[in-house]
C-alpha cells in the first residue's frame, strides 16, 4: 500500500572557551535526598562573612541563588573578589566591540548589571557536585558550569587558572553543602556571535559580507531556549536508580564557510561576483530549480536581487545552505574514531577464513538539516586509516550506486562505485569557535566549478541512496547540548549510563501522553548505532518530524532488539504533528519477538550455503531485516570483535547481522515498503504504544528512507553495510 502525504533574541553575551557541554554540566535542581536543614556553615553563610566577596553575594540574591546555596545541595562555587568583579563591569562597560551598547548594562556599577547578566555570570561560577583542587591539579582540563558550558583550568604555574586568566588564591574552603574557591578574576568567556567572529577575519570577507547583508547573521544569533526544563521522572523506571538531566536547553549553529582563496578557484573574486555566481547555480530570478522539489510544489520562483533576505533570493539560498541548526566543532560532524575509543563499533574490513568473503571498513557518516528549507547534506568520513581521527571529512561526496552491491557480502566492485564527486573537505584545524557555534573552513575542490552548494547532484546523487538517520543527530537539542557525546557525568549518586530527556526539550517533537519517558543511553557497551540510543518508557505516545528528503517513494525502516520487556508499538506516518493527519504504517511491531520466533525467520547466516541469502529474501517477505553489517552489537571498540584478528579472520560472532538471540540481536523492521514523501512537506512519525503495563520500552536508535530505485533496482542489490 502506498500513503499519500499531501498537505500542504533573546541575546546574552557569556560562553565557556570550549564549545561542548560539560560531561559534568550542571542542572541546579537539587537531588531530593539532599534536603535538610543545616546547622553548619553553608556555601551562602561563608560567603556572606567574606568582605571579599560581597558584590559576588550580590549577583547571587538578585536572582535568589543566595537561598539556594543556604539550602541545599552539593556545589561547588569559584567566587571572584569584589575587584575582580569591579575589573569586570569595567570591561562590560567600557567594551568598543560590544554587541549590545554596554553589554546590556543600564549603569557603570554593579547595581546596572541586569537580572540576565547577573543570572550567566553566577551560573558560570558554579558546578554542581564537587570539584576539588585535587582534582584540577590532577585530572581533566575542564568542568562544567550551571550555565552550561565548560571553564578550562591549568595548575602548570604552581597555581590553577581558568580559562587563562582568572586564579584560584583560596582553595576546597569545605562547608556543608560543598566548596568554595576564591578568585582574583571574574572567568572570561567568548562574547562574539557567529557573525561577529566572522566579521574580524578577513579571510572570510566575501563570505561574512553575504552572511551580513542576507541577515542571516541575525537568524543565527540565538543561544539558549527562554524556558527552564524539568525532568519529572527522576528515576530509571527498571532499575529505580537517579537519573541525571538539565534544566537548560542551549541553542546553537555550525557555519561552513568558504575562505576568499577557496573562492577564488571558482572565479569569485567580490561580493557582486558571488551574487552572479549564486545566480548561475539557483537560478535567475523568476524562475525555478528543476531539481529543488520544495519550491516546485510550493509554486515559488528566484526572487530577485533587489532584496538579498528573501529566502528565495539566490545568494540568500547559497548562504542558507552552509548553516547547520547543530553546534559542532569539525571533529563531531560524524562519529569520529580515534584510537582510544573504547566505545568505537563501526565493523573493520577482514576476511572469513574457508570462505571468499571480504569485508571493508565502514565508514563514519550523517545527514544534516541546514537552513535552506527541507534541504539536507551529508556529511562523510572515508576510512583511510582504522581507527584515525586524521581521516578527511567530506561534505555531499558522491559515488555512484552508494548502498548498492553486485557481490555477495561486499559493498561492491569497484567499477560500479566511481567517486563522481570528492566533495567539499571540512578543514579540521582552523575552524573558529564563537559563543554560540562554530565556522568551519571548507575547501572547494580544484576544477570543479564549485563551492558549497543543493545542486541538482545532491537530491538526485547523493541522496539517491538508503539514508539512516541517527535520531541523535536529527534532534539537534542532543548535539546542542552536548548530550549525543556523553559517555559519563561524572555524578556518581545518579545511573551514569543515562541521561534524562524532559519531553518538552525538543522543536521537532510532540508528545501526546504525560506518560512518556525518554533516557538517553550514555556512549557504552549498548547494543545499538553509534553505540546510543533514546529509550522511551511509560504511557508513551509521541511523533517526532524526520529529515527532509527528496520527493519520491520511500520504504521507511526502523532498528530494534527483541527484548522480553519490549513494548507493542503502533507506528503512523503523516504531514504534521496534529494525530489527523497521520496514517498507521502497518500492523503493531511486537519488540518481544526473538530471532527464532517463526514471525521473523532470523538464521544464522554463517551456517547456510548462500550466506543468507535466501534468509533474507524470506525475513523480507515478513517485513524484517538483518541488522547492518557496518558495526557492532555490544558497542566494543570494533578492533577484535566484529573486526579481525591480526591473522586477518573476521570475528562475526559479534556483529549485529551475525549476532541472533533474544536480547542480543538487532533487526530492522519494515514499517512500510511504500510511503510517498513530498520534499514540500514536512515528514511525523507517531509513536504509541498498545500496552498498559508502563515498564515495556521502545527504542529510537536510527531510522532509515530508502528510495525504491535501491530496493527495487533490477540490476544491483542493498549491500549489508
Same mark, same amino acid.
Given at each position: 500500500?502506498?500513503?499519500?502525504?499531501?498537505?500542504?533574541?533573546?541575546?546574552?553575551?557569556?560562553?565557556?572557551?570550549?564549545?561542548?557541554?560539560?560531561?559534568?554540566?550542571?542542572?541546579?535542581?537539587?537531588?531530593?535526598?539532599?534536603?535538610?536543614?543545616?546547622?553548619?556553615?553553608?556555601?551562602?553563610?561563608?560567603?556572606?562573612?567574606?568582605?571579599?566577596?560581597?558584590?559576588?553575594?550580590?549577583?547571587?540574591?538578585?536572582?535568589?541563588?543566595?537561598?539556594?546555596?543556604?539550602?541545599?545541595?552539593?556545589?561547588?562555587?569559584?567566587?571572584?573578589?569584589?575587584?575582580?568583579?569591579?575589573?569586570?563591569?569595567?570591561?562590560?562597560?567600557?567594551?568598543?566591540?560590544?554587541?549590545?551598547?554596554?553589554?546590556?548594562?543600564?549603569?557603570?556599577?554593579?547595581?546596572?548589571?541586569?537580572?540576565?547578566?547577573?543570572?550567566?555570570?553566577?551560573?558560570?561560577?558554579?558546578?554542581?557536585?564537587?570539584?576539588?583542587?585535587?582534582?584540577?591539579?590532577?585530572?581533566?582540563?575542564?568542568?562544567?558550569?550551571?550555565?552550561?558550558?565548560?571553564?578550562?583550568?591549568?595548575?602548570?604555574?604552581?597555581?590553577?587558572?581558568?580559562?587563562?586568566?582568572?586564579?584560584?588564591?583560596?582553595?576546597?574552603?569545605?562547608?556543608?553543602?560543598?566548596?568554595?574557591?576564591?578568585?582574583?578574576?571574574?572567568?572570561?568567556?567568548?562574547?562574539?556571535?557567529?557573525?561577529?567572529?566572522?566579521?574580524?577575519?578577513?579571510?572570510?570577507?566575501?563570505?561574512?559580507?553575504?552572511?551580513?547583508?542576507?541577515?542571516?547573521?541575525?537568524?543565527?544569533?540565538?543561544?539558549?531556549?527562554?524556558?527552564?526544563?524539568?525532568?519529572?521522572?527522576?528515576?530509571?523506571?527498571?532499575?529505580?536508580?537517579?537519573?541525571?538531566?538539565?534544566?537548560?536547553?542551549?541553542?546553537?549553529?555550525?557555519?561552513?564557510?568558504?575562505?576568499?582563496?577557496?573562492? *577564488? !578557484?571558482? @572565479?569569485?573574486?567580490?561580493?557582486? +561576483? #558571488?551574487?552572479?555566481?549564486?545566480?548561475?547555480? %539557483?537560478?535567475?530570478?523568476? /524562475?525555478?530549480?528543476?531539481?529543488?522539489?520544495?519550491?516546485?510544489?510550493?509554486?515559488?520562483?528566484?526572487?530577485?536581487?533587489?532584496?538579498?533576505?528573501?529566502?528565495?533570493?539566490?545568494?540568500?539560498?547559497?548562504?542558507?545552505?552552509?548553516?547547520?541548526?547543530?553546534?559542532?566543532?569539525?571533529?563531531?560532524?560524524?562519529?569520529?574514531?580515534?584510537?582510544?575509543?573504547?566505545?568505537?563499533?563501526? *565493523? !573493520?574490513? @577482514?576476511?572469513?577464513?574457508?570462505? +571468499? #568473503?571480504?569485508?571493508?571498513?565502514?565508514?563514519? %557518516?550523517?545527514?544534516?538539516? /541546514?537552513?535552506?528549507?527541507?534541504?539536507?547534506?551529508?556529511?562523510?568520513?572515508?576510512?583511510?586509516?582504522?581507527?584515525?581521527?586524521?581521516?578527511?571529512?567530506?561534505?555531499?561526496?558522491?559515488?555512484?550506486?552508494?548502498?548498492?552491491?553486485?557481490?555477495?557480502?561486499?559493498?561492491?566492485?569497484?567499477?560500479?562505485?566511481?567517486?563522481?564527486?570528492?566533495?567539499?573537505?571540512?578543514?579540521?584545524?582552523?575552524?573558529?569557535?564563537?559563543?554560540?557555534?562554530?565556522? #568551519?573552513?571548507?575547501?572547494?575542490?580544484?576544477?570543479?566549478?564549485?563551492?558549497?552548494?543543493?545542486?541538482?547532484?545532491?537530491?538526485?546523487?547523493?541522496?539517491?541512496?538508503?539514508?539512516?538517520?541517527?535520531?541523535?543527530?536529527?534532534?539537534?537539542?542532543?548535539?546542542?547540548?552536548?548530550?549525543?557525546?556523553?559517555?559519563?557525568?561524572?555524578?556518581?549518586?545518579?545511573?551514569?549510563?543515562?541521561?534524562?530527556?524532559?519531553?518538552?526539550?525538543?522543536?521537532?517533537?510532540?508528545?501526546?501522553?504525560?506518560?512518556?519517558?525518554?533516557?538517553?543511553?550514555?556512549?557504552?557497551?549498548?547494543?545499538?548505532?553509534?553505540?546510543?540510543?533514546?529509550?522511551?518508557?511509560?504511557?508513551?505516545?509521541?511523533?517526532?518530524?524526520?529529515?527532509?528528503?527528496?520527493?519520491?517513494?520511500?520504504?521507511?525502516?526502523?532498528?530494534?532488539?527483541?527484548?522480553?520487556?519490549?513494548?507493542?508499538?503502533?507506528?503512523?506516518?503523516?504531514?504534521?504533528?496534529?494525530?489527523?493527519?497521520?496514517?498507521?504504517?502497518?500492523?503493531?511491531?511486537?519488540?518481544?519477538?526473538?530471532?527464532?520466533?517463526?514471525?521473523?525467520?532470523?538464521?544464522?547466516?554463517?551456517?547456510?550455503?548462500?550466506?543468507?541469502?535466501?534468509?533474507?529474501?524470506?525475513?523480507?517477505?515478513?517485513?524484517?531485516?538483518?541488522?547492518?553489517?557496518?558495526?557492532?552489537?555490544?558497542?566494543?571498540?570494533?578492533?577484535?570483535?566484529?573486526?579481525?584478528?591480526?591473522?586477518?579472520?573476521?570475528?562475526?560472532?559479534?556483529?549485529?547481522?551475525?549476532?541472533?538471540?533474544?536480547?542480543?540481536?538487532?533487526?530492522?523492521?519494515?514499517?512500510?515498503?511504500?510511503?510517498?514523501?513530498?520534499?514540500?512537506?514536512?515528514?511525523?512519525?507517531?509513536?504509541?504504544?498498545?500496552?498498559?503495563?508502563?515498564?515495556?520500552?521502545?527504542?529510537?536508535?536510527?531510522?532509515?528512507?530508502?528510495?525504491?530505485?535501491?530496493?527495487?533496482?533490477?540490476?544491483?542489490?542493498?549491500?549489508?553495510?
Amino acid at each position: 500500500m502506498t500513503h499519500h502525504i499531501h498537505k500542504s533574541a533573546h541575546r546574552l553575551l557569556f560562553m565557556g572557551l570550549a564549545a561542548a557541554a560539560a560531561l559534568s554540566a550542571c542542572n541546579p535542581e537539587p537531588d531530593e535526598s539532599d534536603l535538610y536543614t543545616f546547622t553548619g556553615e553553608t556555601i551562602e553563610s561563608w560567603i556572606q562573612q567574606d568582605s571579599s566577596l560581597t558584590s559576588f553575594n550580590y549577583m547571587m540574591s538578585r536572582i535568589g541563588y543566595d537561598n539556594m546555596m543556604a539550602a541545599y545541595g552539593r556545589y561547588t562555587v569559584f567566587a571572584p573578589t569584589n575587584e575582580g568583579v569591579a575589573a569586570y563591569i569595567d570591561s562590560l562597560w567600557n567594551d568598543p566591540e560590544a554587541t549590545l551598547p554596554h553589554n546590556g548594562m543600564t549603569e557603570h556599577s554593579l547595581q546596572g548589571l541586569t537580572d540576565s547578566l547577573c543570572r550567566s555570570i553566577v551560573r558560570y561560577h558554579m558546578c554542581d557536585g564537587l570539584v576539588t583542587g585535587l582534582t584540577m591539579s590532577q585530572g581533566a582540563d575542564k568542568f562544567g558550569t550551571m550555565l552550561g558550558y565548560d571553564v578550562q583550568y591549568d595548575p602548570s604555574s604552581g597555581h590553577i587558572v581558568l580559562n587563562d586568566k582568572a586564579t584560584i588564591t583560596s582553595s576546597d574552603n569545605e562547608v556543608t553543602n560543598g566548596l568554595i574557591h576564591v578568585l582574583d578574576q571574574v572567568i572570561p568567556r567568548s562574547t562574539r556571535f557567529i557573525g561577529d567572529i566572522l566579521m574580524r577575519d578577513s579571510t572570510f570577507s566575501i563570505f561574512s559580507e553575504a552572511l551580513q547583508r542576507t541577515h542571516l547573521a541575525d537568524s543565527i544569533m540565538r543561544f539558549m531556549k527562554d524556558k527552564t526544563y524539568t525532568y519529572t521522572t527522576k528515576k530509571h523506571p527498571s532499575a529505580g536508580t537517579q537519573i541525571y538531566a538539565y534544566d537548560y536547553c542551549k541553542v546553537g549553529y555550525t557555519v561552513f564557510a568558504e575562505r576568499d582563496e577557496e573562492l *577564488a !578557484k571558482i @572565479g569569485v573574486h567580490s561580493f557582486d +561576483d #558571488l551574487v552572479r555566481y549564486a545566480n548561475r547555480v %539557483y537560478g535567475e530570478p523568476g /524562475t525555478t530549480p528543476e531539481w529543488y522539489d520544495y519550491m516546485k510544489e510550493k509554486g515559488l520562483t528566484i526572487a530577485d536581487n533587489s532584496d538579498f533576505t528573501a529566502r528565495t533570493n539566490a545568494l540568500n539560498m547559497f548562504v542558507a545552505y552552509h548553516i547547520l541548526y547543530a553546534a559542532m566543532d569539525a571533529h563531531h560532524l560524524v562519529y569520529e574514531p580515534h584510537a582510544n575509543d573504547a566505545y568505537w563499533n563501526y *565493523a !573493520k574490513g @577482514g576476511t572469513i577464513t574457508g570462505t +571468499d #568473503l571480504t569485508f571493508e571498513n565502514a565508514d563514519p %557518516y550523517d545527514y544534516y538539516e /541546514t537552513m535552506l528549507p527541507h534541504t539536507l547534506m551529508k556529511i562523510w568520513m572515508p576510512m583511510r586509516t582504522y581507527k584515525s581521527a586524521n581521516n578527511p571529512v567530506y561534505i555531499n561526496r558522491y559515488v555512484a550506486n552508494n548502498t548498492l552491491t553486485n557481490k555477495l557480502a561486499s559493498m561492491g566492485d569497484p567499477a560500479m562505485h566511481q567517486l563522481v564527486y570528492q566533495g567539499m573537505e571540512v578543514d579540521k584545524n582552523t575552524g573558529l569557535t564563537a559563543f554560540n557555534g562554530y565556522v #568551519l573552513p571548507v575547501k572547494v575542490v580544484q576544477g570543479s566549478g564549485k563551492a558549497l552548494v543543493y545542486d541538482e547532484q545532491v537530491p538526485k546523487g547523493v541522496l539517491n541512496e538508503r539514508m539512516r538517520f541517527d535520531a541523535c543527530t536529527f534532534l539537534p537539542e542532543m548535539i546542542n547540548n552536548g548530550i549525543r557525546d556523553i559517555v559519563t557525568t561524572n555524578k556518581t549518586e545518579y545511573d551514569d549510563s543515562r541521561f534524562g530527556i524532559p519531553t518538552d526539550y525538543f522543536d521537532n517533537m510532540e508528545v501526546y501522553s504525560a506518560g512518556t519517558i525518554f533516557n538517553y543511553c550514555n556512549h557504552g557497551a549498548w547494543r545499538c548505532y553509534q553505540t546510543d540510543q533514546i529509550q522511551i518508557w511509560g504511557k508513551y505516545d509521541f511523533a517526532i518530524k524526520l529529515p527532509p528528503v527528496p520527493s519520491g517513494i520511500y520504504e521507511v525502516r526502523i532498528v530494534s532488539p527483541p527484548l522480553s520487556y519490549g513494548g507493542m508499538t503502533q507506528y503512523y506516518i503523516g504531514t504534521s504533528r496534529n494525530v489527523q493527519s497521520m496514517t498507521a504504517l502497518g500492523i503493531p511491531f511486537d519488540m518481544t519477538i526473538s530471532g527464532t520466533d517463526p514471525r521473523i525467520g532470523w538464521t544464522n547466516f554463517l551456517e547456510e550455503d548462500d550466506y543468507g541469502i535466501a534468509t533474507d529474501v524470506a525475513m523480507r517477505n515478513r517485513g524484517y531485516m538483518r541488522a547492518p553489517f557496518s558495526f557492532c552489537g555490544h558497542g566494543d571498540n570494533g578492533w577484535t570483535s566484529g573486526g579481525k584478528t591480526e591473522a586477518g579472520e573476521l570475528i562475526t560472532g559479534n556483529n549485529c547481522r551475525a549476532e541472533g538471540g533474544d536480547g542480543t540481536m538487532l533487526i530492522r523492521r519494515i514499517l512500510d515498503r511504500g510511503v510517498e514523501i513530498k520534499q514540500g512537506n514536512e515528514v511525523w512519525l507517531r509513536i504509541k504504544t498498545l500496552q498498559e503495563n508502563e515498564s515495556l520500552l521502545s527504542m529510537l536508535d536510527f531510522i532509515e528512507l530508502v528510495p525504491t530505485i535501491v530496493t527495487d533496482n533490477d540490476t544491483y542489490t542493498e549491500d549489508w553495510y
